[in-house]
Every structure is written in structure tokens, then in C-alpha cells.
């Protein structure tokens, strides 16, 4: 660290209450939270929870043939001892469920079987809002259970349902560190309303699944259930509310499993493209056909290789778009099935492992470096495809390492020339919850130019005592022309409790690092982040709504390498969590920003001149209950903006009259006045977006955006049928249209996508 930074600390010279913060959060792991609230549930007991008896359920072998049809009448439902005695997470952490739940496992030959008996006393009030695939699990009842296949107490597959019977599957790495939800299996299941609940019937084949022989016999397990009304969440095996089911080391043991299960696969799935396209303004139609193919072979029971060949992703939702405040370029989060993938493996850098995980994965927008950014490939700066000949990747454990590999070579554009793009990963699983890692990341042109960057680093994620989380990485690049500053590291310490929480890390950048692989907003600057919150549950509040408080700061620090301030962003907030799952804050926001160069934040003002700028605005967010058929999200903002005022608006009005239908109606406004001549603006984004699901297997999706400056409409409808496991029909309409008055012809393409996958 520079001498300088270390006399000038950014806390005593910018904020002072960071002095008492920084002491509070120190002290607050050792402190016992019954001593400062009064709360059921044990607290802050994370290191209990850990060290509780392990429950255990005994898989059956189904003699004979199960018929998936939801009933629970096959003999072995009614033979076989079944998994009891859920407890709650929430609301009242430690106590019995409020309703009983039964759960049963068997298999035969080829797959897995999980039943669940859901008693429910009030099976009137169940509540359903949605049939799609992977459909959110927040808003309504559902049943799910996790499987750690490598009984690695890390990772596993997460398979659930609601009473509608619609399916949602996902990978978790890390013990949920990192989440990809747009992973697909192939199972089936279905549910039935009873009069006292529901039931459920999974079929998951062993072929859709990865595992190693040796642990065939012990798999990890967890089931949970979530009673919407009562927003209710409950475990098999105990989780502390501070967490979810992603926690597998707090999981059970599913026992007596068949030693010899096939565990390898083979899938082609071509696709056929046909369509037509005509660019904004341009005069007619062009014609489109197109053919690939993607691969997925098992190369052994845990390693999986996946080829695709000219890769298309038509079906793709549109980016949403955004109102740009900064002077950096936005973030837009990745879409592409083929690279969402097993992408967990490839993150280096420190996630969420608890609540505030969904919280995380949006301020995850804001970080100023994502080593891996796997939009770099195949797309440009304007989110333009770039077309891909060909990619492999290759996922898995390897002698008891966890690897990964990507290798893609996009074709040439215009002047633009093509690119090889590689990605290695390795990491390596120590002791109960901890792992490192190495990354290479590396970019080639194609022609002759020599042009190339490569990155290369290690990183580290270890669980301490009182469940504190360390984690760090240092990288280097490596760039023609560039010889110093190429480098970067970051490291924190996270704790996350049922009573307080905390980060405490810092990031810095060299000035001669580069990262064509990743997602950078600048370089040479070094940034501290403070973290902190109370989550206190005063009993006497319950009965009037609140559930929860939650005090918390959430502090950026901005310097340069010498020690000089560059910018600040300052969270300060009071939230109140409501019973029914709603939740409203209020925060104050000072910031700093000190730019070199004048930028443009609107095209239709003055620039805004290098200098230094300080602020301070006021938010106030709310949500309501989510379950409800209609609910309201609302963000409003007053208060300074760079050299002047604001006030911006945020909301989104969602209505779900039947578990069929949903539709949202969202506003982004911002109307700012700048102490800079010609520099006033308002600026407005409106959206909508409509599904309708004619069933499990069929679905509508449209996605209408307006630029009220610009005059300018996007819209986006899909069609999804699914008419085979994994094979789908997608047609899709695209339009871009201005309404300025100047006669532009509007942009179209109409295009009609089959895929076909066949296993083998």
C-alpha cells in the first residue's frame, strides 16, 4: 500500500463514524445478540447450527413400476419411512413447522424418485402465481429439494415445484456463492390438490445428474417448503434463517442409493433458423437461414464436455433498458443459455452465501471489476451480435479438482477481425467450506496483427470462526505496449447472521491493467467497502406487521494510487420488513465524483466539465406483498445530482389476476436540473412486459419499452412451446420504431427457431 494512503486514511479524513463502525463491526461478531434484542429462534447461533445431529432418510427400491401422476397410491409411498419433522426458518427460526410435511425417496434402474405429502390445513389459501418454467419461487408455495450428488457439502441440483405443478431447476456452487438458474434437466413431475394439501411426485433421471461412484451410497439432501400466507419457510434439516437451501453443510444424508447407476450421457441438439430482418431505416427485408448444433457428452460420471456450432440466440429476451446517471458504461447481465451454463464456476471474487444473496447479485452491477464477463465474447460495445464458428467447454471434477475450460472463435466483422477467447478455471475444495482457485483468461486475433491480452490469477474462499468469510484474489494481465500497473487484487472479510452482518474490503486496480474478458469500469484506483446491519426482531413489533428491522450502511471509498480521493458513494439506510413480506427503506446517500475528462450524460445537454462534485439524495424505497394479484415495487429519489438537483422515480405495477397471466408496468424518470449552462433534462423509460402460459409447456412472453426522449419503441414478443424434454419451437417478433416525425422506417424481424434435442 502506498505510504501515503496509509497516513491519509480515507475513513478519518472523509467520515469519521467509519472510526466507530469499523469498531462496532469488529466487536460485534463476539457479542451475544439475546443480550441486545429479544428474538425466537437462538439468535445468532451459526456455529450451533453447524455442529446439530445430521439428519438422515433411506432411499427405497421401487420393486415395482411408479406411475407419475401426483396421487401417492403406488405401495411403496406407503410402505416406506418417510423424511419428518420440518422446522422453521421463518418466521420463528427453531420451532416445528406450522404445517406437517411428509417426504419420501426410491429409485429404480434409471431414476430418482421424490414424493412429498404437504398437509395443509387451510388448502383454500394456497397460493399460486405462475406456471412458467423456473418460475419464482418468492411469491407462492412450492416444494424443493436440494441433491449434493459429490457429497462435497458444496455443491448440488435443486429441483421444485408449486401446487400448479410447474418445474424449476438450478446449479448451486459454493453452497450458493454462485447460482445458475437457467441450467436444464431433464425430469418430470407432477402434483395433486387434496382435501387436507397437496402432494408431489418428482421422476429425476441419474443420467441428468453428475456424481462420483464412490459417493453413490451418501448423497447430501434437503427438502423445503415455503407457506406463502404465513410467509413461512421450512427445513428437513435445519437451516438458520441468515440462510437458505443452498446451505449444504448444513444438509442431511440421503443413505442406500445403487452402486452401479449410469451416470453419462449423450445429447445432440440441432436447431433450424428461418426468418427475415430489416435494420431501422434501412429499405427492405433480408432474408435469414440458419443451422448449428450444440453437444453435451458425459466423458466420465463428472466431467461433461458441451461443442456448439454456430451458435444461435434469437430466442433471447432484449436487454431492458436503463437510465445512465455515471460516467461509466452499463451493465448488462448475461442472457445466453450456452454461457449461463456451469457459470459459476467461472466466478472469482466473493459472493453471497445468505439472504441478501439476491440483494448482492444486483449491487454485483455495480462492481467495478468482474474478471470473467462472458458477454465479451460474441457480442460488441452496442450489444451487437458478433457470430461465433465454434465453442467447447468442458466442466467437472478431475482428481479431485473442479475444472472448467472455454474455447470460442468469433468470425470477422466488417473491419472488425474475428478472435480465439480461452478460459481455464481450476479450484480445489479444503477442509469443510473452504477452496482455492487459479484463472487464465486469454484473447487472440485471428489474423496477423498479434494483437492479445491474456489474464492470469489465483484466488482463496475460506470459512474462520463465528462463520466469517475471507475472501481474495490477485490477477495479473498482460498486454502488447503495457509494461507496469497490470495487475489487480481485492480481499474482504463477510459475516453473515440471523442478528448483524458485515463486509469489510478493499479493491485495488493498477493503471496498466486490462481485462478484454471481463467487465471494468477504470483502472488505477484503489476502493474500500464497509458493510454493516443490525437485524433486530423486537417481539412486541410482530403483532402490529413488522417482522423485522434493519440499520444498515453499505460505504464506498474511491482513491487513487497516490492516496488522492476520487469518488465516494455513501448508503446509510433504516429498512422495516413486514410479516407479509413487503418491505419499505429509507436512506440518505451522500457522493462524491472527481472526473479528468468532460462527459455527456444526456446527448441532448451540454456536457458536464471536468471537476469535482459532491451530493447528497434521499430515497425511499417500498414493496409491497409480492403474493398479492396486484403488487408495487416503487424507488423515489430527491435531493443533489452531480452540480445540481433531482428527482427520479423508479416503479414497476404488477398484476397476476390467475397463475396464467402476469403484467408489470415499470417507469424509470429522472428530472434533473444542473447549475451548468444548457444542461437541464428529464429523461423517461417506460416498460411493460406480459406473460401468459397456456399450460406447463407453452408459453407467450412480450417485453415493450419506450424512450419518451427519443421517441423511440422496442418491442419483443417470444412464443415458447416446448414439444419435447429439452427441445423446443421459438417464434419470435422484433421491432424498433421512432416517432419523431421524421419518416424513419421501422426496424423488424420475424424469426421461427426449432430445436430438436435427441439423447442418447
Keep these: 500500500m502506498h505510504p501515503r494512503s496509509v497516513r491519509s486514511h480515507p475513513w478519518a479524513r472523509s467520515a469519521s463514524p467509519f472510526t466507530l463502525l469499523a469498531i462496532l463491526v469488529t466487536a460485534s461478531a463476539f457479542v451475544r445478540p439475546d443480550s441486545l434484542h429479544a428474538q425466537t429462534g437462538g439468535g445468532d447461533s451459526m456455529v450451533a447450527a453447524s455442529e446439530r445431529p445430521r439428519p438422515s432418510l433411506t ?40 404445517e406437517r410435511t411428509e417426504v419420501w425417496v426410491a429409485y429404480d434402474d434409471e431414476n430418482l424418485y421424490v414424493a412429498a405429502y404437504l398437509h395443509d390445513s387451510q388448502p383454500d389459501a394456497l397460493v399460486v402465481n405462475d406456471i412458467r418454467k423456473d418460475f419464482d419461487q418468492e411469491s407462492q408455495d412450492v416444494f424443493a429439494v436440494i441433491l449434493d450428488t459429490f457429497a462435497d457439502r458444496r455443491n448440488g441440483y435443486v429441483f421444485m415445484t408449486n401446487p400448479a405443478g410447474a418445474r424449476g431447476d438450478m446449479q448451486v456452487a459454493n453452497e450458493g456463492r454462485e447460482i445458475n438458474e437457467n441450467w436444464d434437466a431433464i425430469w418430470s ?78 445429447r445432440v441438439k440441432p436447431y433450424v433458423l428461418a426468418g427475415t430482418v430489416r435494420d431501422t431505416g434501412a429499405e427492405g427485408f433480408d432474408g435469414q437461414q440458419e443451422f448449428g448444433v450444440d453437444v453435451k457428452y458425459g466423458l466420465t460420471r463428472s466431467l461433461t ?83 461465433i464458428k465454434v465453442g467447447v467447454r468442458l466442466t467437472g471434477k478431475i482428481a479431485g479438482l473442479q475444472v472448467g475450460g472455454i474455447a470460442m472463435r468469433t468470425d470477422d466483422v466488417g473491419d472488425v477481425p474475428g478472435n480465439d477467447f480461452g478460459v481455464v478455471r481450476l479450484r480445489k475444495n479444503i477442509g469443510a467450506s473452504s477452496d482455492v482457485g487459479a484463472i487464465f483468461l486469454t484473447r487472440d486475433a485471428v489474423d496477423a496483427s498479434g494483437d492479445f491480452n491474456r489474464v492470469y490469477g489465483v484466488d482463496g474462499n475460506f470459512r474462520l470462526p463465528a462463520d466469517i468469510e475471507w475472501n481474495s484474489y490477485v490477477i495479473q494481465s498482460e498486454t502488447p505496449g503495457v509494461d507496469d500497473g497490470q495487475y489487480a487484487f481485492r480481499t474482504s472479510l463477510n459475516r453473515e447472521g440471523n442478528f448483524h452482518h458485515f463486509t469489510i474490503g478493499v479493491l485495488q486496480i493498477g493503471e496498466g491493467f486490462a481485462d478484454d474478458l471481463g467487465f471494468l469500469r477504470r483502472t488505477g484506483v484503489r476502493k474500500w467497502t464497509l458493510e454493516w446491519g443490525l437485524r433486530p426482531r423486537p417481539e412486541g413489533l410482530r403483532t402490529k406487521g413488522i417482522r ?65 462534485y459532491g451530493w447528497t439524495d434521499w430515497r425511499l ?60 433534462f428529464t429523461t423517461s423509460f417506460w416498460t411493460m412486459r406480459a406473460n401468459y402460459s397456456f399450460n406447463r409447456n407453452m408459453f407467450v412472453d412480450a417485453l415493450v419499452q419506450y424512450d419518451a426522449a427519443q421517441d423511440l419503441f422496442n418491442s419483443n414478443v417470444r412464443f415458447k412451446l416446448i414439444h ?13 420504431r421512432f416517432f419523431t416525425g421524421e419518416n424513419i422506417r421501422a426496424g423488424r424481424s420475424f424469426q421461427v427457431k426449432v430445436t430438436q434435442m435427441v439423447a442418447f
Design 59 to 98: 432411499a427405497t427400491e421401487a420393486i415395482q413400476p411408479i406411475q407419475l401422476d401426483g396421487l401417492l397410491d403406488d405401495a411403496i409411498w406407503r410402505t416406506a419411512s418417510p423424511a419428518t419433522g420440518f422446522v422453521q426458518a421463518e418466521p420463528r427460526e427453531g420451532q416445528p413447522a406450522s
Design 189 to 266: 413431475v407432477e402434483t395433486r390438490r387434496v382435501a387436507d394439501g397437496w402432494t408431489v411426485e418428482m421422476e429425476i433421471p441419474f443420467r441428468a445428474l453428475r456424481f462420483d461412484l464412490e459417493t453413490i451410497d451418501r448423497w447430501g439432501v434437503n427438502f423445503s417448503r415455503r407457506i406463502r400466507r404465513n410467509n413461512e419457510i421450512a427445513y428437513w434439516a435445519p437451516v438458520p434463517r441468515a440462510y437458505d437451501l443452498m446451505r449444504l453443510s448444513l444438509a442431511g444424508d440421503l443413505l442406500a442409493l445403487p452402486s452401479a447407476t449410469a451416470g453419462r450421457d449423450l
Design 305 to 387: 464436455l458441451d461443442i456448439t456450432a454456430n451458435p444461435d440466440f434469437a430466442q433471447v429476451e432484449q436487454d431492458e433498458q436503463q437510465v445512465n446517471l455515471t460516467q461509466f458504461s452499463l451493465f448488462f447481465p448475461e442472457k445466453r443459455e450456452f454461457f449461463l451454463e456451469n457459470s459459476g464456476l467461472f466466478f472469482v471474487g466473493a459472493g453471497s452465501q445468505g439472504r441478501n444473496r439476491r440483494f448482492r447479485q444486483f449491487l454485483a452491477q455495480g462492481q467495478d471489476l468482474l474478471v470473467f464477463f462472458s458477454r465479451q465474447i460474441g457480442l460488441d460495445s452496442n450489444r451487437q451480435a458478433v457470430p
Design 548 to 612: 423485522e428491522l434493519h440499520p444498515h450502511i453499505r460505504w464506498n471509498y474511491f482513491e487513487d494510487l497516490d492516496g488522492r480521493k476520487l469518488a465516494k458513494n455513501f448508503h446509510s439506510g433504516f429498512s422495516l420488513f413486514f410479516n407479509n413480506g413487503g418491505f419499505v427503506e429509507l436512506s440518505v446517500n451522500p457522493a462524491f465524483q472527481r472526473i479528468a475528462e468532460e462527459f455527456q450524460i444526456d446527448e441532448r445537454i451540454a456536457p458536464i466539465p471536468a471537476g469535482s
Design 621 to 680: 424505497t417500498v414493496s409491497t406483498d409480492n403474493s398479492r394479484a396486484v403488487s408495487l415495487f416503487g424507488s423515489f429519489t430527491t435531493g443533489g445530482l452531480w452540480s445540481g438537483t433531482q428527482k427520479t422515480v423508479n416503479s414497476t405495477v404488477t398484476i397476476k389476476p390467475t397463475y396464467k397471466f402476469r403484467a408489470s408496468l415499470g417507469l424509470q424518470r429522472t428530472a434533473a436540473q444542473l447549475d451548468t449552462p444548457d444542461a437541464d
Design 724 to 736: 419435447h424434454a429439452l427441445s423446443d419451437l421459438f417464434i419470435v417478433w422484433n421491432e424498433q
